[in-house]
Nanobody, 119 residues
Framework: VQLGESGGGLVQAGGSLRLSCAAS????????MGWYRQAPGKQRELVAV???????NYADSVKGRFTISRENAKNTVYLQMDSLKPEDTAVYYC??????????????WGQGTQVTVSS
């Protein structure tokens, strides 16, 4: 299974970005899909997660500004980031829980995409 991320970049504070992560390969189904981020010198932290049923959970720091969504037919998860702040600057990683056709469960991480918010 491969994860392809896109959508990072440089934006001014108050701006918006949309991240995408598409999973491909030997996939029977995908359970939870999520986004994590890691800023320099800090631990990786959960940003948002969405279940296969569409239930969403967010870190307190992004509630009301970020929206996670998924398109199951495309095995893709999105992160719409609005009202961005300099403290949102980090490498963003997607994370998926995959069930293979042989019903084996695996976790996969994307390669990471840089988001930089200037003040």
């Amino acid at each position: 299974v491969q994860l392809g991320e896109s959508g990072g970049g440089l934006v001014q504070a108050g701006g918006s970005l949309r991240l995408s992560c598409a999973a491909s390969g030997s996939i029977f189904s995908i359970n939870a899909m999520g986004w994590y981020r890691q800023a320099p010198g800090k631990q990786r932290e959960l940003v948002a997660v969405i279940s296969s049923g569409g239930n969403e959970n967010y870190a307190d720091s992004v509630k009301g500004r970020f929206t996670i969504s998924r398109e199951n037919a495309k095995n893709t998860v999105y992160l719409q980031m609005d009202s961005l702040k300099p403290e949102d600057t980090a490498v963003y990683y997607c994370h998926v829980n995959v069930l293979t056709p042989k019903l084996h469960a695996y976790e996969y991480w994307g390669q990471g995409t840089q988001v930089t918010v200037s003040s």
